[in-house]
């Protein structure tokens, strides 16, 4: 997939794949890179990108409201997940997390309980390139905790209501030092999943809530933005011993 940049119009398109808008059609050639500029048939130029997380974020069909790159940073920065590591997702919902780990090099076992949601996430996956990678499953993850003991994944990632039960199998499903990441977008589901952490034995166990604040600069001077939601949910940590 390439992306087509117009001023603030963006347009995710594949090699071979047409682009019909008011600036007029172009077909995007099989050997398309990076850098080039495509015109269209009335001489429009359009700058061709590579697209990067932010701009999948931006256009992978939605199934409702997806994790941020703020809180995706933070469990990347916590756990420390790596090229080549294992993880176990659950609550794939758009499979923004997914994705992004799997541009990492990371391989992962995504379930989403909802049929057609999890039809969305795998089409989201190749237009991020990394079906190989992601392996979409239909389901609820704790009907499959026993299949999946003793797999030894490096972290568990969960943003589902059920979550607090997923932790409670999490000695059986990381690897020693492995973590678990919770997200939640309340409170109570943030305790539970913590009390559920404590009682499983994992170690380390912190939560934060995840906070953005935009900045504005002007004439008149700097501020935060007052605009936008700064809040997006809690995350919790833990880890395996």
Known sequence: MILLVHGDREYLRAPGDELHTDLGMLTVPED???GQTLETHIGEAFLVREPRGPDLFNHFERTG???????IGLIVGHTGIAAGERVLDAGTGTGVL????GRLGVDVTTFERDAEFADVARENMRLAGVEDRV???????TDEVDDLANAAFDALTLDTENAPEVVRHAPDLLATGGYVAVYSPFVEGTRAAVEAAREAGLSDVETFETIQRRMDFNDRGSRPSTAGVGHTGYLVFARNE
């Not at 409201?65 to 809180?71: E, G, K, Q």
């Not at 997914?98 to 780990?101: R, T």
């Not at 392996?135 to 993850?141: N, P």
């Open 32 to 34: 398309v890179e990076a």
């Open 65 to 71: 409201a997806p994790m941020m790159p703020r809180d």
């Open 98 to 101: 997914s994705a992004y780990l």
């Open 135 to 141: 392996d979409v499953r239909t389901g609820d993850i």
